[in-house]
């Protein structure tokens, strides 16, 4: 069964600094990786996908993953943090359906 | 223009009533979706459907019911509304349902409250 586990239900950086969030799946088969955003009071937004193409995936607003298989992991990087970078991000992986991560907040401090 | 969008955005009941969600995708995808995302934030999937299927979470209670006059909308019926149905509802589309790789797209969400 698939499923994936984000470490860090709040994360908090300075803005400029180096955003990571963290994300492991699990996946019987070869897995498809979604990271979402939602900011406040909206619904959530596609960042980045990843589908195998290649193995680190760039996405909008400047954020990027690589997919680790060794790792399990799928992990959110941003190189310099904005304020408006403050939200909830989900990892989530689909093979049948989409499951989504329990989330993390983000917050950027001025 | 609005690629998928809820009706209303904010919903507030006493408990007993039954009320309705409305959603619409202007993206002429064939599948669409139902979640419920908790006061942690939790998103829980409720059902998905094409026109050819429904798929439901076994642990939805049949008090809630996807009703789909055509493709382009999935409305969401919920009856004797409880407390513990206060969240917040995502509906959300994808291209043909069939899973793998694909992106769903969210509407902004239909926050409710059951006094």
């Known amino acids: 069964a698939q499923s994936v586990t984000q470490l860090g239900s709040h994360v908090s950086v300075s803005e400029g600094a180096l955003v990571l969030l963290r994300c492991n799946y699990s996946?019987?088969?070869?897995?498809?990786l979604f990271w979402y955003v939602q900011y406040p009071n909206q619904g959530l937004q596609l960042l980045l996908k990843?589908?195998?193409?290649?193995?680190l995936v760039k996405g909008i607003n400047g954020f990027e993953a690589e997919f680790k298989k060794s790792e399990t992991s799928f992990h959110l990087t941003k190189p310099s943090a904005h304020m408006s970078d403050a939200a909830e991000y989900f990892c989530a992986v689909s093979e049948d359906d989409m499951r989504f991560g329990a989330g993390t907040r983000l917050t950027v401090k001025p | 223009d609005t690629a998928v969008s809820q009706t209303p955005k904010y919903l507030v009941t006493q408990m007993g009533n039954d009320k309705s969600i409305k959603c619409e995708q202007n993206?002429?995808?064939?599948?669409m979706y139902w979640y419920k995302q908790d006061s942690k934030k939790f998103l829980k999937i409720m059902f998905s459907y094409n026109n050819k299927e429904l798929i439901i979470n076994e642990t939805v209670p049949n008090r809630f019911s996807p009703k789909s006059p055509d493709k382009a909308h999935l409305n969401l019926h919920i009856n004797s509304l409880e407390l513990g149905d206060s969240a917040v509802y995502f509906c959300?589309?994808?291209?043909?349902?069939?899973?793998?790789?694909?992106?769903?797209?969210f509407g902004p969400g239909t926050r409710l409250l059951v006094l």
């Open positions: 996946s019987s088969v070869p897995p498809y």
């Open positions: 990843y589908t195998s193409a290649a193995t």
């Open positions: 993206l002429g995808h064939d599948t």
């Open positions: 959300a589309s994808s291209q043909d349902g069939t899973g793998k790789g694909e992106t769903q797209y």
